[in-house]
């Protein structure tokens, strides 16, 4: 039976019900998955950057003991390329090819010429996969070396090494927004200009659970099962089925089972998803593929990679009147799923953040180069925007002799000009930014922060602080709007609800968890709408047999997308409980009220008057059994919806980041960190915190350790957890958070993005800390990641610093 709840559960921190499985390591992993008969898959990564393939010879690995199959690209003639379901909109663009006239992204196996490091080549199958493994060092493979080419910049210049016959020059697209010509005329006519050359440096997602597949192939009904680790099953089922396998869409189910962590690596297409299907169904198998770390490093998207020379402009008296951005963005090897529109859109449209700027431009070369294919991660585009414009702020604030905190809030959109246009294509849905600032300059105690850079350097170090605000387009999206920034598909989200004769309630929703704790918030969000106990909701996802169809979990839009699509569908559940008990108590429908779980007649009491008054559970009775219901009303209660907002939301908020530099070391030590931001409505505060945690220490991760590092010939020299940094518990300082509320009006909760937000700002806040405690000896920038080496080198005037930067 179900109880009633008589309090809001929306805003509550209730306990997280996936937590427990967890902990306890009972929760379910594609590494966990073990079908009958399974075998093991091994991937060959090409060993050369950018080479053409001789030959390759499979004899010897072929030979070895428990080897099932070894398959090159001849052995898939008829499997169609990976697309690219999100181009840079409204511009040409240059893609490899697709049958079908799409943009293509790369094949599953290369045949002929390989493009980054970790190419995939050749799989083997074996029943073990310390056989698959060993039989990968027997494949000899015949390779011509080729030129190769790192960066973006050095990717469009003449002469350089050119990845695909397709793609003139390496470029991808030559995207724009905003208006240049006003822009520029501002920059000409003002009174002080400041550029800034910037590297928002390539890194590595790093999620605890790397990627993994299961295929699993049934001759008698033709139908292929995918277990993979992927935030978008929906979305992979219909790109897999009719993009690259050709096969109808009905034969093929995706499940995801716990994904542990993702980051925006996992809503991508890979080759060895394609790969477990062909070949559980070419040995009549399961098959299983699980990566390892250094795997992972050398074929998973990367993140960030912008070439930035960046413009500021305006007066004296700290009024900012212009922006430029001229931006070279690394593709990679290949266009990723999305990585185009990762690369474009959500940096160049987020540059002006938080700020009412009159003009402002921004460009992107998006160029290939024989590295990891870029993607998302966490935060992407919009991380990258907002380090452009807050280094710049604090560096115009330091031209004309005015605190950083006094500029920013002289140019701060005001409450009143909400909905904003910012001039670069978003239009921000609401927002009190001047309350958020203040509250997060209180809260750091920012007046008395200069008093204490004496007493640090008594102890020989030396005190910095820095702010970053930004603004972060979340809930994707709307469809049509998308589709204008050049994204190949729908973008909406759907929720069914089912209420059982019990009184208990099934909730199915298109969005994957990948860490969000959707058992728990969509739980709460069902049972709020309803009035009863969210331990009678259960919740089903991630599984294209089972969920309606959906869209997955990506650019921190689970909440406000699958959250209103619940919210909508119950409200259709208990407009059909009140006509239904119209009938019952044979009154008007307008009479009769739903709250708390009951429906009753207005004016009566529902605790006492039984013959005007109906339970959740009653009704879920009654409309079960339809036993007297009118014409209108049909039995059984199971409604969906399928949700497409009017646009995006716009969470913003504030950072403030103190640090303390050794003297000696060049170590920083952050000694503070203040974050205040803003999402909207908040569904569950203790999942929110969590994230809010946790994208902060993402974000502290690049400014001030983590880099991917290619050397000349295109080898990923920081290719496992010995070379690449990752922040530990030790490194995250003690945060001190809040939050202002101010709603959506795009959805019916008043909901925001959360997930990523907090990854936006705290690279550009540390570094502008650094920059703020170096200043007096002439340092104005320090390219990300800030090692100890390269701050102390700065502190002492090495031009090895990696400093960059030049006025004019």
Same mark, same amino acid.
């Given at each position: 039976?179900?109880?009633a709840?008589?309090?809001?559960?929306?805003?509550?921190?209730?306990?997280?019900?996936?937590?427990?499985?967890?902990?306890?390591?009972?929760?379910?992993?594609?590494?966990?998955?073990?079908?009958?008969?399974?075998?093991?898959?091994?991937?060959?990564?090409?060993?050369?950057?950018?080479?053409?393939?001789?030959?390759?010879?499979?004899?010897a690995?072929?030979?070895?003991p428990?080897?099932?199959?070894?398959?090159?690209?001849?052995?898939?003639?008829?499997?169609m390329?990976?697309?690219?379901?999100?181009?840079?909109?409204?511009?040409?663009?240059?893609?490899?090819?697709?049958?079908?006239?799409?943009?293509?992204?790369?094949?599953?196996l290369?045949?002929?010429?390989?493009?980054h490091?970790?190419?995939?080549?050749?799989?083997?199958?074996?029943?073990?996969?310390?056989?698959?493994?060993a039989?990968?060092?027997?494949?000899?493979?015949?390779?011509?070396?080729?030129?190769?080419?790192?960066?973006?910049?050095?990717?469009?210049?003449?002469?350089a090494?050119q990845?695909h016959?397709?793609?003139?020059?390496?470029?991808?697209?030559?995207?724009t927004?905003?208006?240049?010509?006003?822009?520029?005329?501002?920059?000409?006519?003002?009174?002080?200009?400041?550029?800034?050359?910037?590297?928002?440096?390539?890194?590595?997602?790093?999620?605890?659970?790397?990627r993994?597949?299961v295929?699993?192939?049934?001759?008698?009904t033709?139908?292929y099962?995918?277990?993979?680790?992927?935030?978008?099953?929906h979305?992979?089922r219909?790109?897999?089925?009719?993009?690259v396998?050709?096969?109808p869409?009905?034969?093929?189910?995706?499940?995801?089972?716990?994904?542990?962590?993702?980051?925006?690596?996992?809503?991508?297409?890979?080759?060895?998803?394609?790969?477990?299907?062909l070949?559980?169904?070419?040995?009549?198998?399961?098959?299983?593929?699980?990566?390892?770390?250094t795997g992972?490093?050398?074929?998973?998207?990367?993140?960030?990679?912008?070439?930035?020379?960046?413009?500021?402009?305006?007066?004296?008296d700290?009024?900012?009147?212009?922006?430029?951005?001229?931006?070279?963005?690394?593709?990679?090897?290949?266009?990723s799923?999305?990585?185009?529109?990762?690369?474009?859109?959500?940096?160049?449209?987020?540059?002006t953040?938080?700020?009412?700027?009159?003009?402002?431009?921004?460009?992107?070369?998006?160029?290939?180069?024989?590295?990891?294919?870029?993607?998302?991660?966490?935060?992407?585009?919009?991380?990258?925007?907002?380090?452009?414009?807050?280094?710049?702020?604090?560096?115009?604030?330091?031209?004309?002799g005015?605190?950083?905190?006094?500029?920013?809030r002289?140019?701060?959109?005001?409450?009143?000009?909400?909905?904003?246009d910012?001039?670069?294509?978003?239009?921000?849905?609401?927002?009190?930014?001047?309350?958020?600032?203040?509250? =997060?300059?209180?809260?750091?105690?920012?007046?008395?922060?200069?008093?204490?850079?004496?007493?640090?350097?008594?102890?020989?170090?030396?005190?910095?602080?820095?702010?970053?605000?930004?603004?972060a387009?979340?809930?994707?999206?709307?469809?049509?709007?998308?589709?204008?920034?050049?994204?190949?598909?729908?973008?909406?989200?759907?929720?069914?609800?089912?209420?059982?004769?019990?009184?208990?309630v099934t909730?199915?929703?298109?969005?994957?968890?990948?860490?969000?704790?959707?058992?728990?918030?969509?739980?709460?969000?069902?049972?709020?709408?309803?009035?009863?106990?969210?331990?009678?909701?259960?919740v089903?996802?991630?599984?294209?047999?089972?969920?309606?169809?959906?869209?997955?979990?990506?650019?921190?839009?689970?909440?406000?997308m699958?959250?209103?699509?619940i =919210?909508?569908?119950?409200?259709?559940?208990?407009?059909?409980?009140?006509?239904?008990?119209?009938?019952?108590?044979?009154?008007?429908?307008?009479?009769?009220?739903?709250?708390?779980?009951?429906?009753?007649?207005?004016?009566?009491?529902p605790?006492?008057?039984?013959?005007?008054s109906?339970?959740f559970?009653?009704?879920?009775?009654?409309?079960?059994?339809?036993?007297?219901?009118?014409?209108?009303?049909?039995?059984?209660l199971?409604?969906?919806?399928?949700?497409?907002?009017p646009?995006?939301?716009?969470?913003?908020?504030?950072?403030?980041?103190?640090?303390?530099?050794?003297?000696?070391?060049?170590e920083?030590?952050?000694?503070?960190?203040?974050?205040?931001?803003?999402?909207?409505?908040?569904?569950?505060p203790?999942?929110?915190?969590?994230?809010?945690?946790?994208?902060?220490?993402?974000?502290?991760?690049?400014?001030?350790?983590e880099?991917?590092?290619y050397?000349?010939?295109?080898?990923?020299?920081?290719?496992?957890?010995?070379?690449?940094?990752?922040?530990?518990?030790a490194?995250?300082?003690?945060?001190?958070?809040?939050?202002?509320?101010?709603?959506?009006?795009?959805?019916?909760?008043?909901a925001?993005?959360?997930?990523?937000?907090?990854?936006?700002?705290?690279?550009?806040?540390?570094v502008?800390?650094?920059?703020?405690?170096?200043?007096?000896?002439?340092?104005?920038?320090?390219?990300?990641p800030l090692?100890?080496?390269?701050?102390?080198?700065?502190?002492?005037?090495?031009?090895?610093?990696?400093?960059?930067?030049?006025?004019?």
């Amino acid at each position: 039976m179900t109880t009633a709840q008589d309090q809001p559960l929306l805003g509550t921190p209730l306990a997280i019900r996936e937590d427990a499985a967890l902990l306890r390591g009972e929760a379910t992993y594609v590494g966990d998955i073990q079908l009958p008969g399974t075998a093991h898959m091994a991937i060959l990564g090409s060993a050369h950057a950018h080479a053409r393939i001789r030959g390759i010879d499979t004899s010897a690995a072929e030979r070895l003991p428990g080897v099932l199959k070894v398959a090159t690209a001849a052995d898939f003639p008829d499997v169609m390329p990976l697309p690219c379901i999100w181009i840079p909109g409204g511009v040409e663009s240059h893609f490899p090819p697709h049958p079908y006239g799409l943009p293509g992204a790369r094949p599953v196996l290369s045949g002929d010429t390989v493009r980054h490091v970790g190419d995939p080549i050749a799989v083997v199958v074996a029943e073990t996969p310390r056989q698959a493994a060993a039989a990968l060092q027997a494949i000899a493979v015949d390779y011509e070396p080729l030129p190769v080419v790192t960066r973006a910049d050095q990717a469009l210049q003449d002469g350089a090494p050119q990845l695909h016959e397709n793609v003139p020059n390496n470029l991808n697209a030559h995207w724009t927004c905003g208006d240049q010509e006003r822009t520029e005329r501002n920059i000409a006519d003002a009174e002080v200009v400041v550029e800034l050359d910037l590297v928002n440096q390539r890194t590595i997602n790093s999620p605890l659970e790397p990627r993994g597949a299961v295929g699993h192939y049934d001759p008698v009904t033709e139908e292929y099962t995918l277990y993979a680790s992927t935030q978008g099953p929906h979305n992979h089922r219909f790109l897999l089925a009719q993009l690259v396998l050709g096969i109808p869409f009905t034969k093929l189910r995706v499940v995801a089972p716990t994904v542990g962590g993702s980051f925006g690596t996992k809503g991508y297409l890979y080759p060895d998803m394609p790969l477990v299907l062909l070949l559980s169904k070419a040995l009549g198998r399961p098959v299983k593929w699980v990566d390892t770390r250094t795997g992972l490093m050398n074929s998973t998207v990367q993140g960030r990679d912008h070439l930035q020379h960046a413009v500021i402009a305006g007066t004296r008296d700290g009024r900012i009147t212009a922006v430029r951005c001229t931006s070279h963005a690394n593709l990679g090897a290949y266009p990723s799923t999305i990585g185009p529109g990762v690369a474009t859109a959500l940096m160049g449209r987020s540059i002006t953040g938080m700020y009412d700027i009159d003009a402002a431009f921004c460009e992107v070369y998006a160029a290939f180069t024989n590295t990891v294919p870029l993607g998302a991660q966490r935060g992407s585009g919009r991380a990258e925007a907002a380090f452009l414009m807050e280094r710049l702020v604090d560096e115009f604030a330091a031209r004309i002799g005015m605190d950083p905190a006094a500029v920013r809030r002289r140019n701060l959109v005001p409450a009143t000009a909400f909905p904003y246009d910012n001039g670069l294509g978003w239009t921000y849905d609401s927002g009190n930014y001047e309350e958020n600032f203040d509250k =997060a300059l209180a809260l750091a105690g920012y007046a008395d922060l200069d008093s204490r850079r004496g007493e640090a350097r008594s102890r020989g170090k030396r005190l910095g602080v820095g702010i970053a605000t930004y603004v972060a387009v979340c809930g994707v999206g709307p469809s049509t709007r998308m589709s204008q920034e050049g994204m190949l598909g729908g973008t909406w989200e759907s929720a069914n609800i089912r209420v059982h004769p019990s009184g208990e309630v099934t909730v199915t929703v298109g969005s994957a968890s990948t860490g969000q704790s959707h058992q728990t918030v969509f739980a709460q969000v069902t049972a709020d709408a309803f009035g009863i106990d969210p331990a009678s909701v259960q919740v089903l996802e991630a599984d294209t047999l089972k969920a309606p169809y959906g869209q997955g979990t990506y650019g921190s839009r689970s909440y406000s997308m699958a959250g209103p699509a619940i =919210a909508l569908t119950a409200q259709k559940i208990k407009d059909k409980m009140r006509r239904a008990a119209a009938a019952m108590f044979q009154v008007d429908e307008e009479k009769v009220v739903y709250r708390s779980g009951r429906v009753f007649v207005q004016g009566t009491d529902p605790d006492t008057d039984t013959e005007q008054s109906k339970t959740f559970a009653e009704m879920a009775m009654a409309l079960w059994y339809g036993w007297g219901l009118p014409a209108s009303v049909e039995p059984a209660l199971d409604e969906t919806t399928h949700f497409d907002p009017p646009d995006f939301n716009y969470p913003f908020g504030t950072h403030i980041a103190v640090v303390e530099i050794d003297e000696l070391t060049g170590e920083t030590e952050i000694v503070g960190y203040t974050a205040v931001d803003d999402a909207g409505n908040i569904g569950n505060p203790a999942i929110v915190q969590g994230q809010i945690e946790g994208s902060i220490v993402h974000g502290l991760g690049q400014a001030l350790m983590e880099a991917a590092e290619y050397d000349e010939d295109g080898r990923l020299v920081s290719a496992d957890l010995r070379t690449y940094a990752l922040p530990r518990a030790a490194d995250a300082p003690e945060f001190r958070l809040d939050r202002t509320v101010t709603p959506s009006p795009h959805n019916p909760l008043g909901a925001k993005g959360a997930g990523e937000i907090a990854t936006v700002p705290p690279a550009a806040a540390v570094v502008n800390a650094v920059v703020d405690a170096l200043r007096d000896v002439g340092v104005r920038h320090i390219d990300m990641p800030l090692t100890p080496e390269k701050v102390w080198r700065a502190l002492h005037g090495d031009p090895a610093a990696g400093t960059t930067g030049a006025d004019a």
